[in-house]
């Protein structure tokens, strides 16, 4: 089974529309991220989450919210999607419990692709 | 200027070849630095840290200029597995503020038979 688990794979959805993706981890890590991947553009921040109680805007957090409701689960929600959100969306975790350098290691889900029709 | 630079290829290149790719940041208190690699539409995974006096992973070597603000990825005797996007990623924040980690846009690569 994978460490970190996002559903769903794939969601294609019309503009308007709610959506929540989800993302847990079983690594223990305390640390939480969604970035966002668009061709020709790189991986870009949206929210972290340092615990529980810590939520931080990224790069591009506007149209978006997120909610942490365990160490486990960290979703991501759309609250009214419009089609330049369409992207492949990646939630990712860290320990840096284990040193600065080591605890920089980002460990993947394996994406949402999203489309916004 | 973007935070982090890269070029983004493709290098085709073939096996057997040796390819460099290279990395510029903006902000020179930058305080770690990493190559991640990246098959397609898949999650990247972290390949090396790359530290100030530069580092070896068998075929992989990794660079830092703190003066030119650049960090840089030899690959050697390249394979076809080797074909991938490569990602430079730079922590521009103090600490482990891993709120500030940026990345490149990729570099593609591409090793033919």
């Known amino acids: 089974d994978a460490d970190v688990t996002q559903t769903p794979r794939n969601r294609i959805t019309k503009t308007g529309k709610r959506i929540m993706l989800e993302c847990s981890q079983t690594?223990?890590?305390?640390?939480m991220y969604w970035y966002r991947q668009d061709p020709g553009l790189g991986l870009r921040l949206i929210y972290y989450s340092f615990d529980v109680k810590d939520i931080n805007k990224g790069e591009i957090s506007d149209g978006y919210s997120v909610s942490r409701q365990a160490q486990a689960k960290f979703s991501l929600s759309l609250e009214s999607a419009i089609p330049n959100q369409t992207a492949l969306y990646f939630c990712?975790?860290?320990?840096?419990?284990?040193?600065?350098?080591?605890?920089?290691?980002?460990?993947f889900g394996s994406g949402t692709q999203l489309s916004v029709l | 200027r973007k935070e982090v630079e890269q070029d983004p290829g493709p290098f085709n290149v073939p096996e057997g070849a040796t390819v460099a790719f290279n990395c510029t940041y903006s902000n020179s208190a930058s305080q770690s630095f990493f190559w991640y690699r990246q098959d397609c539409r898949k999650e990247p995974k972290l390949l090396m840290s790359v530290y100030s006096s530069g580092n070896e992973d068998g075929r992989f070597t990794a660079q830092l200029n703190r003066a030119s603000q650049y960090i840089s990825l030899l690959i050697r005797d390249s394979k076809l597995s080797d074909s991938a996007t490569y990602l430079c990623v730079v922590n521009m924040g103090r600490g482990s503020t891993l709120g500030r980690l940026y990345f490149g846009r990729g570099t593609q690569l591409t090793v033919w038979p």
């Open positions: 690594k223990g890590h305390d640390r």
């Open positions: 990712a975790t860290s320990d840096p419990k284990r040193g600065q350098l080591g605890g920089e290691k980002l460990f």
